[in-house]
């Protein structure tokens, strides 16, 4: 399929992730030759700039990440690229907009809300009133969309009112990242892994998403957000949806989407009263990162001295259904862990009856890891027979290495993802029903912390999270996987 010719509308565009993601994937799709040759990119903020101006910001911001890339191409790039002034409170600012983009009248017009949520509504009323939420039109909308359930519904009512639900795409990158497609391909395009991807045959799911970075420059929006806002209730719910959900019908969008949803409906509820021996969170202290010290998380800047955000969760959840009843899937994710590491683990039962003598671990021995940062991988676990004159067993993997087995170049998430945009493919971005289902999940386990009058447990930056992390899982004689 050819890519249509597209505007693209970036709001926050001299935000950080409009520099850090979205330029760098939209210049990497146009060095791969992906971006149609008349396709725009219009980057709007709220301060007067010029261009050229905004060019010459790039060039400090963006341009030193991009070393690989020949002159001649980010010179091209750039040309692709107009600064528009939009303040989201100047009706007027919405109206030259309006004409830059009518004028040329591409085949589609892409605007992405690269802002706070607090302006997505205003934003959305000003493209309407000027023409610019007709069929062509699609919206991309940045987490977090809201603060809870009811702030997410009012965002997403007042859009409705303006854009139909197919023309609204809410980004969530880890279902763009390549791990994520293959994880389906593996599960639907294999017959081997279905009859054991159910209660009988697995024991845990662990899905972890840990990163070595702190707050970094983020503490003024990291403080009222928090771990289970950022990353929980988006991301990590969303991969154990593509582990946990049945074989969808077809690839198209609502098939998938509908899966999704009957598994976050099943989520069983973690009630008040089980949140303490459900869930942990956590907040780092001074320690080390890259071998180097670093502050603690209330001495970062923009973080209150009393701050009792948690950079950490973990999370014992369990699905009610007839395949998952009674497996848990372990959930996890935090700043300033000891390495950057994003992973599902599916554990296997054991065998019933051991006949060789048994390696001296307490992991399960068959063990699926779907590895997707820092390296793409699938590694398969067993055991074997060790080499010589012994019946001793022994554990082995079988590896799926995608940088030495294909050749390829392949697209980050947000590079994915956005092309999804441009050709109209909803099936990776999350429907209405599935945001609020996933809100309605977390929020419980919100309120409930805020009401506590235990504060978070403290972790040392550069270590896996705190003890009762560990303690959580040994409960129930688990482990994490924590192979680096
Ligand atoms: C974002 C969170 O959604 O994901 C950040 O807001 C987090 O806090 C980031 O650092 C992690 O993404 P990735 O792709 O770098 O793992």
């Known amino acids: 399929m050819s890519m249509p010719d597209f505007d693209m509308v970036l709001f926050g565009g001299t935000g950080d992730l409009a520099r850090r993601k979205l330029l760098p994937a939209l210049f990497d799709a146009h060095c791969a030759g992906l971006l149609h040759p008349n396709a725009r990119i219009l980057a709007t903020g709220s301060h007067p700039l010029s261009t050229a101006d905004y060019a010459g910001s790039l060039e400090q911001s963006v341009r030193p990440g991009l070393e690989h890339a020949p002159p001649e191409a980010w010179a091209a790039f750039l040309a692709r690229i107009a600064y528009v002034q939009v303040d989201a409170r100047e009706p007027?600012?919405?109206?030259?907009?309006?004409?830059?983009?009518?004028?040329?009248?591409?085949?589609?017009?892409?605007?992405?809300?690269?802002?706070?949520?607090?302006?997505?509504v205003p934003i959305c009323e000003q493209l309407a009133r000027t023409g610019l939420n007709q069929r062509n039109v699609r919206i991309v909308l940045e987490k977090p969309l809201g603060h809870d359930l009811q702030s997410s519904d009012a965002i997403n009512s007042a859009v409705a009112q303006f854009f139909a639900e197919d023309q609204i795409y809410r980004i969530d990158h880890y279902l763009g990242k390549e791990s994520v497609q293959n994880l389906m391909a593996i599960r639907f395009g294999n017959a081997l892994f279905e009859p054991l991807w159910r209660r009988e045959w697995v024991q845990d799911v662990q899905i972890t998403i840990a990163e070595e970075l702190g707050v970094e420059t983020r503490g003024d929006f990291y403080d009222g957000t928090g771990a289970l806002r950022d990353m929980v209730q988006n991301h990590l719910l969303q991969l154990l949806c593509m582990v946990a959900m049945e074989p969808p019908t077809s690839l198209s969008e609502d098939s998938i989407r509908d899966e999704k949803i009957k598994i976050l409906k099943a989520l069983k509820p973690i009630l008040p009263q089980d949140v303490a021996e459900k869930t942990v969170r956590g907040q780092y202290r001074a320690g080390a990162a890259g071998g180097k010290p670093v502050p603690g998380y209330l001495e970062e800047k923009g973080i209150a001295a009393d701050s009792r955000t948690e950079t950490f969760v973990a999370i014992k959840a369990e699905i009610a259904n007839w395949r998952w009843a009674g497996v848990p899937f372990y959930l996890r994710t935090g700043k300033r862990m000891q390495s950057r590491v994003a992973e599902i683990v599916i554990h296997f039962r054991d065998v019933p009856h051991a006949i060789f003598p048994r390696p001296l671990t307490l992991s399960p021995q068959n063990r699926l890891v779907i590895r997707l940062q820092p390296e793409e991988s699938i590694r398969l676990y067993f055991l074997v027979k060790q080499p010589g004159d012994t019946v001793a067993l022994t554990p082995t993997s079988l590896d799926l290495d995608f940088a030495n087995s294909f050749k390829v170049r392949r697209a980050g998430a947000y590079e994915r993802l956005l092309l999804d945009v441009i050709r109209g493919r909803l099936g990776l971005f999350v429907r209405r029903d599935e945001q609020a289902q996933a809100w309605r999940w977390v929020e419980p386990i919100l309120d409930t912390w805020e009401e506590s009058?235990?504060?978070?447990?403290?972790?040392?930056?550069?270590?896996?999270?705190?003890?009762?992390?560990?303690?959580?899982?040994?409960?129930?004689?688990?482990?994490?996987?924590?192979?680096?």
Request: hydrophobic fraction near 40%; glycine fraction near 8%.
């Open 453 to 484: 009058t235990v504060p978070p447990k403290p972790y040392t930056a550069g270590t896996w999270g705190p003890a009762a992390s560990s303690a959580l899982m040994s409960r129930d004689g688990a482990l994490w996987h924590e192979e680096v």
């Open 92 to 120: 007027g600012h919405f109206d030259t907009l309006a004409r830059t983009v009518l004028q040329r009248a591409p085949e589609v017009v892409v605007c992405y809300l690269a802002t706070g949520p607090h302006i997505f």
